[in-house]
Every structure is written in C-alpha cells, then in structure tokens.
C-alpha cells in the first residue's frame, strides 16, 4: 500500500518561512502527479501546489503562486513544499496527496492521503 507522511508543519511568524516534507512510501508510478492540498477551519479544501513525479510540470494555487515552490529529492521518494513569505491566511492543515487530476484550472484530489501536518503563521 502507497503511504504519504507528511513532515515540517509548525509555527512560524507572517513573513517567516517552513518546509514540509512528504515521504512516499509502497508502490508509485513515476506518472503520477503529487502535491498538496490544505484546509483551514471552516473553510472548503484548497489546492495549494503539485508536482509530475518526474519533477518537469509544476502547478500552484493562486493564492501560493510566487511564494510557494514544490519540488522532489534525488531519489522521488519525497516531495516537498518550500513556504516562504507565510500569511496568517496560510493557516491551515496540510494534506499531501495523490494522484492529482489536472483540469484547467482545476485540481482534483486522488486516494493517498498523509496525515496532514499542521502550519500556523502567526505573530
């Protein structure tokens, strides 16, 4: 079984910056697409970044675009995701996931979940 564990969530001040870390474990197929979703309190879940596995074809949330970068390590086996200039609206829990459905401007979560890992940006 595929199995996502997300890493490196925590509390950072607005301004500040995080890593996180999604260690991919189990089968995978190099034509996936990764990445992450998160979703704060009450609100809807919200495509933040993904990534082929490959690591040529990158995608981002509007509202991460230009602060945000994803990325893979040497060996494909975890995908990370380098928060910079962190928002108080960046506050959420952050899902990695896969595979994910590209659509236009639409993204669509696949069945492998992490756990999530809490990010919090406040002062």
């Known amino acids: 079984q595929v199995q996502l564990v997300e890493s490196g969530g925590g509390l950072v001040q607005p301004g500040g910056s995080l890593r996180l870390s999604c260690a991919v474990s189990g089968r995978t197929f190099s034509s996936y697409v990764m990445g992450w979703f998160r979703q704060a309190p009450g609100k809807e879940r919200e495509f933040v970044a993904s990534?082929?596995?490959?690591?040529?074809?990158?995608y981002y949330g509007d509202s991460v675009k230009g602060r945000f970068t994803i990325s893979r390590d040497n060996a494909n086996n975890t995908v990370s995701l380098q928060m910079n200039n962190l928002k108080p609206e960046d506050t959420a829990v952050y899902y990695c996931?896969?595979?994910?459905?590209?659509?236009?401007?639409?993204?669509?979560?696949?069945?492998?979940w992490g756990q999530g890992t809490q990010v919090t940006v406040s002062s």
């Open positions: 996931n896969g595979p994910i459905s590209v659509f236009g401007s639409s993204r669509f979560p696949g069945k492998y």
């Open positions: 990534i082929m596995w490959s690591g040529y074809n990158r």
